[in-house]
Each structure stands twice: as structure tokens, then as C-alpha cells.
């Protein structure tokens, strides 16, 4: 994060971080570079052509023809410079900050679960949106209106020189004049300019949470209050966006003032030395153009600055999400599995603090033995621990003592990849994608073809409800599957995970949506797929978890007792105080 302390220039150093974006496209930065040049060399030489226009094409005996023929060629040469300009500078604008959207995309993918924990979806959808449509604006814009406008000043202070030495130094006086303001205002600007862009994500933050949760929203008939809610923070953004344009405004006017009011004194100079003889009309004009070219580009110059400066707060927003470092370790030579996966599972003293919550114990000196094919029900009630036993066995968090274990080999040691692809999880809510019912399918196994879809979908009961779509298979779902009922998208899930056919499998509830009839067949597709297969399942309704090899009860992050329904009925503990609340109902 920024410091108070830091001065402009440091701050401005943020905008480092695009160097590794640009130098993948040379080629077009140097054919950039190669029409910058050009173009300011015509801008440069027009004066000159303009002053031998006046001071011999008026003069008597010579032809005027040859010096507006030369202004249109001079015209020529810098409308296809400057067309090529924009070609070259726009499109590497928009290929660096392509490149930039996929490497913090793919960054943020690869950090864990603590991450996204802490920080909004919103948020992160705003840094990817609009800081990276600022950086755009910078390098396909700004950038090139800044080398540009630098180059035609120095240029233009160059020939001032050589056009009129007394002129020039008399307009030297006025330049402290200018620069000072900008430099003294360059900070608050850009404070001002960050400040405007947190705002801008808390509104997307606000916005995204909230479609998120529509159901919810509306439920509770609250979008009145959510409006207010979006409403405030859309004033905030806009108040501390006003105070950028204030003093962007403020800035621009103050610059035009001075360099036009110099440019006014050292003409009416100028001009008197035309009266008296000691100039030609045609120098004169040359200077003056010079004047006006100068210091159009000193103006461009302040407007470009407060656009960078805006821009490189963007740029450290992007920064800080790119530093972020995985808080899990991932081995550099990682153990490989042995195939096939035998799917022995142990959790041995384990005890684990969510990173939100680390004054709760989620799991306290947790062990637990899963033999190859067995069929484990984790139950108690809610609070437990039974979730985040799956959230340690995908490796989403890392215990602080204790180990995981797949096959014998600590999961710290694995390729997450890998470990992953080895399991299969259907989660309690699921997830459905915004795309068709086909391809939310093939996410299980992108390479299944559609038999092997069809035959998943087929037994989790899901083939009948997906063919009757209007679109059949290649039916487009909605947002989080909004087309679908509550048990078709679990439906949906479990043929999922039955394509992608893993050693291990985790059921989070895969039932609790389902009706009776579709419960019992899925219920039957289950038990075929766990043939063969380690399955650990979570189960709130115990009438799920009968047939289980094994039961274990589970209570503040402990196991209380386990052992088959009948054994664990005749304890008379914690499982049978929550058997007899449900099945007495």
C-alpha cells in the first residue's frame, strides 16, 4: 500500500509493473515508437514551412505554388505518421491489458481459500474492470499523447531557440510557472484519483453481493433497502469522483492561464521588433507557431498527468492482488501418486483454526482411519467439524498440527492438481454454470464425449428433466442454474462427479434436495459408483447413512463415538439423541 510519504515520482514508479507486460510486444511498441517519431518531425517542421511560405511566397518575382504544396505534403506525412500512431499505440493497448486480465485472472485462481475468504468477488471484478480500463486507457492513450506532447515541447523549445534566441529566453521565465502547480498538485490529485477508484469498487462489491443473493432479497422484499444501500455508495464514488474533477479542472485552468498569458506577453515583444525591423513577419509566425505548438502540448502534458496519476493507483491496486502469495505451500518437486489411487485416507491429530475464525477450534486432536473402499458417514450436528474435514482432504486449508495423508503420502507433498483430480465432490449447494446443461456436465471430464454424458446423467436421474428442456442437453441453465429446481441441480451435480469417476468420493448431502422416488435411485446409482471407491458423506438425514461401513459421530471438532447404526443406537449417546429426533417425526 501507498504511504503518505511516498513523494509523486515514487508513486508514479507503480507503473512499473507494465514493463513486463509490454516487452512480449516489441515489435509494435518499436513501430510505435518508429510513427511517434515521424509524426512530431512533421509537426516540428511545419512552422518552418510556414514561415518560408510567408517570407518568400509573398516576395515579389516568386512563385507562392511550390510553399503551399510543400504545407500539403508536410499535412500528408503527418496524417499517415499519426494515423499509424494510433494503429500501433491502441493496439498495444489493448493486447498488454489483455495479457494483463489473464495473468492477474489466472493469479487469482491459484490462491487459496483463505484469500477469497477475506476479500469480496466484487472487488476483485472491479480491479480486472475498471483499473484494468484505466491501464488500457494509459497505454493505448495517454502514453502515447504523453511521448508525444514531451517530444514536441522539448522540440518546440529547441526551435524556439534557434528561431529567436531573445524571445525564447523571455518565454524561459514563464515556465517555472507552469510546472510549479503541477508538481504541487500532483499528489492530491492522485490521492484523490485512488480514492475515487476504492469507491467505485465498493459500489461493484455492493452490486455484485447483492444479484448474488437475489433470492434472498427478494424473499425478505427487501430491494428498497438495497437500493439505499447501493444508492449510498454510489454518492460516495461520485462525491470523491467530483473532487478529482475538481482539481483536475482547477489544475487545467490554472495551466491554460499562465502558458497563454506568457505566450500573449512574449508576442506583444515580438511583435514590436517586427515593427521596428529586427524580424521578418515569416520568423515571427514561425515563432508563434512553435509558441502554440509548445504549449498545446504542456496543456495535453497536465491533462495526460492527472489520467497517469490515475492510472497508477490502478496499477498498485492490480500490483497488491499480484503480490498476493498463496498461503499454502505448494513443493517444488512434488511426490507423485501411485496409480491407480488406492484411496487410504488418514487424518492423524489434526487441529485446525479457520483463518476467520482463529479463536474456534474447527477440528481439535482430530485422527481418523478410512480404509480403501470403505464407506464412511460423518454426522452430529451442525458446528461440528464434518465440512471442513472435506475442506482439509482437497487441501482448501492446511491444518496447524497434526497431518493429512492420501495412499500414505502427506498431502503437503502432492500437486494439489492432483490430489484434486483424484477426488470427487458433491457439495450440498451446487454449483451450477451460467452456460448450457451439456457443458455444466463435461465439467466433471472435459473430454467426455456424449454418450458418456448421457450415460452419467442417465444414473443420477437426470437424463429425463434435461431431455425434456427446449434445448435438451444443449439447454442454456441461467445464472447459477435458475432454470433449474433445487433437485435437478443436485441431480445435475452428482452426474457430475459420476463422470468424472475418481477413487474418492466426498457426498456433502448429496440427497437432502431429492424427492423420495428420485432419493431411491440416486440413492441406487450411488451405491454402484462407491463400489470399488473410498466415499466419506456427510449427512444431516440419518436415514441416508444406514448402509455405511462405518458411522462417526462427530461433535465440536471430535469424534464422540463411531461404529454401525445398530452399535451406535445401543450407546444411547449423541447419535442416538439425534436418531430419535428425526425418525420419531
Given at each position: 500500500?501507498?504511504?503518505?510519504?511516498?513523494t509523486?515520482r515514487?508513486?508514479?514508479?507503480?507503473?512499473?509493473g507494465l514493463l513486463?507486460?509490454l516487452?512480449?510486444?516489441?515489435?509494435?511498441l518499436?513501430?510505435?515508437?518508429a510513427?511517434l517519431a515521424?509524426?512530431?518531425?512533421?509537426?516540428?517542421f511545419?512552422?518552418v514551412?510556414?514561415k518560408?511560405?510567408i517570407d518568400q511566397g509573398?516576395?515579389?518575382g516568386?512563385?507562392?505554388?511550390?510553399w503551399?504544396?510543400?504545407l500539403f505534403?508536410v499535412?500528408?506525412?503527418l496524417?499517415?505518421a499519426?494515423?499509424?500512431r494510433?494503429y500501433?499505440?491502441s493496439?498495444?493497448?489493448?493486447?498488454v491489458?489483455?495479457?494483463?486480465r489473464q495473468?492477474l485472472?489466472?493469479?487469482?485462481l491459484?490462491?487459496?481459500?483463505?484469500f477469497?475468504?477475506?476479500?469480496?468477488?466484487?472487488e476483485?471484478?472491479?480491479?480486472?474492470s475498471?483499473?484494468?480500463e484505466?491501464?488500457?486507457?494509459?497505454v493505448g492513450?495517454?502514453?502515447?499523447?504523453?511521448?508525444?506532447?514531451a517530444?514536441?515541447?522539448v522540440?518546440?523549445?529547441v526551435m524556439?531557440?534557434i528561431?529567436?534566441?531573445?524571445?525564447?529566453?523571455?518565454?524561459m521565465?514563464?515556465i517555472p510557472?507552469?510546472?510549479?502547480?503541477?508538481?504541487?498538485?500532483?499528489?492530491?490529485?492522485?490521492?484523490?484519483?485512488?480514492?475515487?477508484?476504492?469507491?467505485?469498487a465498493?459500489?461493484?462489491?455492493r452490486a455484485?453481493?447483492?444479484?448474488?443473493?437475489?433470492?434472498?432479497?427478494q424473499?425478505?422484499?427487501r430491494?428498497?433497502f438495497?437500493?439505499?444501500?447501493?444508492?449510498?455508495?454510489?454518492?460516495?464514488?461520485?462525491?470523491?469522483a467530483?473532487?478529482?474533477i475538481?482539481m483536475?479542472?482547477?489544475l487545467t485552468?490554472?495551466?491554460?492561464?499562465l502558458?497563454?498569458g506568457a505566450?500573449?506577453?512574449?508576442?506583444?515583444v515580438?511583435?514590436?521588433?517586427?515593427i521596428?525591423?529586427?524580424?521578418?513577419?515569416?520568423?515571427?509566425?514561425?515563432?508563434?507557431l512553435?509558441?502554440v505548438?509548445?504549449?498545446?502540448?504542456?496543456g495535453a502534458?497536465?491533462?495526460v498527468w492527472?489520467?497517469?496519476?490515475?492510472?497508477s493507483?490502478?496499477m498498485?491496486?492490480?500490483?497488491?492482488?499480484?503480490?498476493?502469495?498463496?498461503?499454502q505451500?505448494i513443493?517444488?518437486?512434488p511426490?507423485?501418486?501411485?496409480?491407480?489411487?488406492r484411496?487410504?485416507l488418514?487424518?492423524?491429530?489434526?487441529?485446525?483454526?479457520y483463518?476467520?475464525?482463529?479463536?474456534?477450534?474447527?477440528?481439535?486432536d482430530?485422527?481418523l482411519?478410512?480404509?480403501?473402499?470403505e464407506t464412511?458417514?460423518?454426522?452430529g450436528?451442525?458446528g461440528?467439524?464434518k465440512?471442513t474435514?472435506?475442506?482439509?482432504?482437497?487441501?482448501f486449508?492446511?491444518?496447524?498440527?497434526g497431518?493429512?495423508?492420501?495412499?500414505?503420502?502427506?498431502?503437503?507433498e502432492l500437486?494439489?492438481g492432483?490430489l484434486?483430480?483424484?477426488?470427487a465432490?458433491?457439495?450440498?449447494?451446487?454449483v451450477?454454470?451460467g452456460?448450457t446443461?451439456r457443458?455444466?456436465l463435461?465439467?466433471g471430464?472435459?473430454d467426455?464425449?456424449?454418450a458418456?454424458?448421457?450415460a452419467?446423467a442417465?444414473s443420477?436421474?437426470?437424463?429425463?428433466?434435461?431431455s425434456?428442456?427446449?434445448?435438451?442437453?444443449?439447454s442454456?441453465?441461467g445464472?447459477?442454474?435458475?432454470?433449474?429446481?433445487?433437485?435437478?441441480?443436485?441431480?445435475?451435480a452428482?452426474?457430475?462427479a459420476?463422470?468424472?469417476d475418481?477413487?474418492?468420493?466426498?457426498?456433502?448431502?448429496?440427497t437432502s434436495?431429492l424427492?423420495?422416488q428420485?432419493?431411491?435411485a440416486?440413492?441406487?446409482?450411488?451405491?454402484?459408483?462407491?463400489e470399488?471407491?473410498?466415499?466419506l458423506?456427510?449427512?444431516?438425514?440419518?436415514?441416508t447413512?444406514?448402509?455405511?461401513?462405518?458411522i462417526?459421530?462427530m461433535?465440536?471438532?471430535?469424534?464422540?463415538a463411531?461404529?454401525?447404526?445398530?452399535e451406535?443406537?445401543?450407546q444411547n449417546g449423541?447419535?442416538?439423541?439425534?436418531?430419535?429426533?428425526?425418525?420419531?417425526?
Amino acid at each position: 500500500m501507498s504511504t503518505p510519504s511516498e513523494t509523486p515520482r515514487q508513486k508514479l514508479l507503480s507503473l512499473r509493473g507494465l514493463l513486463p507486460f509490454l516487452r512480449p510486444h516489441r515489435v509494435m511498441l518499436v513501430s510505435w515508437l518508429a510513427a511517434l517519431a515521424v509524426s512530431s518531425s512533421a509537426t516540428l517542421f511545419f512552422p518552418v514551412a510556414f514561415k518560408h511560405m510567408i517570407d518568400q511566397g509573398f516576395a515579389r518575382g516568386t512563385s507562392v505554388d511550390r510553399w503551399f504544396i510543400l504545407l500539403f505534403l508536410v499535412a500528408v506525412v503527418l496524417a499517415l505518421a499519426t494515423a499509424a500512431r494510433f494503429y500501433f499505440v491502441s493496439l498495444l493497448g489493448e493486447r498488454v491489458i489483455a495479457d494483463l486480465r489473464q495473468t492477474l485472472y489466472g493469479h487469482l485462481l491459484s490462491l487459496d481459500q483463505s484469500f477469497f475468504e477475506r476479500t469480496r468477488s466484487g472487488e476483485l471484478l472491479s480491479r480486472l474492470s475498471a483499473d484494468a480500463e484505466l491501464l488500457r486507457s494509459v497505454v493505448g492513450s495517454s502514453m502515447s499523447i504523453a511521448l508525444r506532447s514531451a517530444i514536441t515541447v522539448v522540440g518546440s523549445a529547441v526551435m524556439l531557440a534557434i528561431t529567436s534566441p531573445r524571445l525564447a529566453g523571455l518565454a524561459m521565465i514563464g515556465i517555472p510557472l507552469i510546472v510549479l502547480p503541477i508538481a504541487l498538485s500532483g499528489r492530491r490529485v492522485r490521492g484523490a484519483a485512488k480514492d475515487s477508484q476504492d469507491r467505485v469498487a465498493d459500489a461493484n462489491a455492493r452490486a455484485g453481493e447483492t444479484f448474488n443473493a437475489m433470492h434472498t432479497v427478494q424473499s425478505y422484499a427487501r430491494e428498497p433497502f438495497e437500493r439505499q444501500r447501493f444508492s449510498s455508495a454510489v454518492q460516495r464514488s461520485l462525491a470523491a469522483a467530483r473532487k478529482r474533477i475538481r482539481m483536475q479542472s482547477l489544475l487545467t485552468a490554472g495551466v491554460i492561464v499562465l502558458v497563454f498569458g506568457a505566450i500573449t506577453a512574449v508576442l506583444w515583444v515580438g511583435a514590436q521588433d517586427v515593427i521596428a525591423g529586427s524580424m521578418s513577419a515569416g520568423t515571427l509566425g514561425q515563432f508563434v507557431l512553435y509558441a502554440v505548438i509548445g504549449a498545446g502540448s504542456v496543456g495535453a502534458l497536465t491533462e495526460v498527468w492527472s489520467e497517469v496519476q490515475r492510472a497508477s493507483g490502478g496499477m498498485e491496486r492490480i500490483s497488491e492482488l499480484l503480490g498476493e502469495v498463496s498461503q499454502q505451500a505448494i513443493p517444488a518437486h512434488p511426490t507423485p501418486l501411485t496409480h491407480p489411487v488406492r484411496g487410504d485416507l488418514r487424518l492423524e491429530h489434526v487441529c485446525f483454526n479457520y483463518p476467520t475464525r482463529p479463536d474456534t477450534a474447527a477440528l481439535d486432536d482430530f485422527s481418523l482411519h478410512v480404509a480403501p473402499g470403505e464407506t464412511v458417514a460423518l454426522v452430529g450436528p451442525s458446528g461440528a467439524g464434518k465440512s471442513t474435514v472435506f475442506q482439509l482432504l482437497l487441501r482448501f486449508h492446511d491444518p496447524q498440527t497434526g497431518s493429512v495423508r492420501l495412499d500414505g503420502i502427506d498431502i503437503r507433498e502432492l500437486d494439489p492438481g492432483e490430489l484434486r483430480r483424484s477426488v470427487a465432490l458433491v457439495p450440498q449447494d451446487p454449483v451450477i454454470f451460467g452456460t448450457t446443461a451439456r457443458e455444466n456436465l463435461r465439467y466433471g471430464k472435459l473430454d467426455a464425449d456424449d454418450a458418456q454424458i448421457e450415460a452419467a446423467a442417465r444414473s443420477a436421474e437426470a437424463h429425463e428433466f434435461l431431455s425434456a428442456l427446449p434445448g435438451g442437453y444443449d439447454s442454456e441453465l441461467g445464472e447459477r442454474g435458475a432454470r433449474l429446481s433445487g433437485g435437478q441441480q443436485q441431480r445435475l451435480a452428482i452426474a457430475r462427479a459420476l463422470l468424472k469417476d475418481a477413487p474418492i468420493l466426498l457426498l456433502d448431502e448429496a440427497t437432502s434436495a431429492l424427492d423420495a422416488q428420485s432419493e431411491r435411485a440416486v440413492q441406487q446409482a450411488l451405491e454402484r459408483l462407491m463400489e470399488g471407491r473410498t466415499t466419506l458423506v456427510i449427512a444431516h438425514r440419518l436415514a441416508t447413512v444406514l448402509k455405511a461401513d462405518r458411522i462417526v459421530v462427530m461433535d465440536q471438532g471430535r469424534i464422540v463415538a463411531q461404529g454401525t447404526h445398530a452399535e451406535l443406537m445401543a450407546q444411547n449417546g449423541l447419535y442416538a439423541q439425534l436418531a430419535r429426533l428425526q425418525f420419531d417425526h
